[in-house]
């Protein structure tokens, strides 16, 4: 079912959010051209936390993280930034252009290992991406314990899903923090960066996070699993979403390995004590 030939998608629609970066909206076409019932059904099995390749014809491919995995009809999700030649090209397309997606891949988020416990959920920048399927999805099923995020943003320019996170904040509590210090003086708005708050919202949860998901710039996951881990969080409770250069994302060019590992089939999640090349 992993086939490297892509299956046709139609842009949808997209809306811009936050700085060069964009929510794009797919469809899987179906037969005849080219997503068989087989197929269709393959992609609605996506697990939170995995990823798919985006084809833009004649220019190539790049992975990106579902941030509403594909639905009954095909329909899905990302959230994309602007930073090279395919990404430049999907800001250039118009509604109804069609492309190829091959998918899904990887180990999504341990979602079964998450159920009814205190979960939280910190994401920096575009890498909150991973994490919205997540969160929605635990959510929706109210199998939690707690659960809690923190957003952060370089500048109030820069920050994303704005509107998810003002749904979320009606439900579980969401704290942003703004790394240029300047904050609206709203009270879930704070100067600085998630480490910086990260003790403090420690001492919300009565006893230790159960289950840590990070998504975001490596040094801002690595540093954060360090204080944790430091805390009395088990390295086992932590697991991070991670990005490397990819080409097949099938385990077989080599473009993804981590020493024993590929990111593209044995991650992108990791769980800390089992993350290769820290
Ligand atoms: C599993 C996975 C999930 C991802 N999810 C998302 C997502 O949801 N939204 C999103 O915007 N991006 C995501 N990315 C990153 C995205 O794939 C890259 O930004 C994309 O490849 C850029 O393609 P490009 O041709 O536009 O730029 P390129 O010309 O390929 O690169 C532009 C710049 O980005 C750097 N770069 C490219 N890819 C990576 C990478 N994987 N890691 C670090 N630096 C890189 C290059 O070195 C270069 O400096 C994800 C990556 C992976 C591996
Ligand atoms: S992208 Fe080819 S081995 Fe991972």
């Given at each position: 079912m992993h086939s490297l030939t892509p299956l046709p998608a139609e842009l949808v629609d997209f809306y811009d959010d936050g700085e060069h970066t964009r929510h794009f909206h797919f469809r899987l076409l179906e037969e005849p051209l080219g997503t068989s019932r087989e197929h269709l059904s393959h992609w609605q099995q996506t697990q939170t936390g995995q990823f798919f390749m985006l084809t833009v014809p004649s220019l190539g491919e790049a992975p990106f993280s579902f941030t509403e995995v594909p639905d009954e009809n095909g329909h899905f999700r990302a959230l994309i930034r602007r930073m090279g030649a395919v990404t430049s090209a999907l800001f250039e397309l118009e509604a109804g252009q069609v492309l190829g997606v091959r998918g899904p891949f990887g180990i999504g988020w341990p979602m079964d290992e998450i159920s009814n416990k205190r979960v939280l959920a910190i994401g920096g920048g575009c890498g909150l991406a991973p994490l919205v399927s997540a969160v929605d999805q635990l959510i929706e099923r109210q199998n939690y314990t707690q659960l809690t995020l923190v957003y952060g943003a370089r500048t109030r320019q820069a920050q994303m899903l704005n509107p998810e996170r003002e749904r979320w904040q009606h439900i579980i509590p969401v704290y942003n923090t703004i790394e240029d210090g300047l904050t609206n003086g709203r009270d879930n708005e704070y100067p600085g960066t998630p480490s910086d708050i990260l003790p403090s919202v420690l001492d919300?949860?009565?006893?230790?996070?159960?289950v840590v998901l990070l998504a975001g710039p490596e040094a801002m996951m690595y540093s954060i699993a360090e204080y944790l881990v430091a805390y009395?969080?088990?390295?086992?409770?932590i697991y991070l979403s991670i990005e490397r250069r990819m080409h097949c994302a099938v385990g077989t060019c080599g473009h993804c390995y981590m020493d024993s590992q590929y990111a593209c089939t044995d991650g992108p999640t990791f769980r800390w004590d089992q993350l290769p090349s820290k």
């Open positions: 919300t949860f009565g006893e230790l996070p159960e009395g969080v088990s390295a086992q409770a």
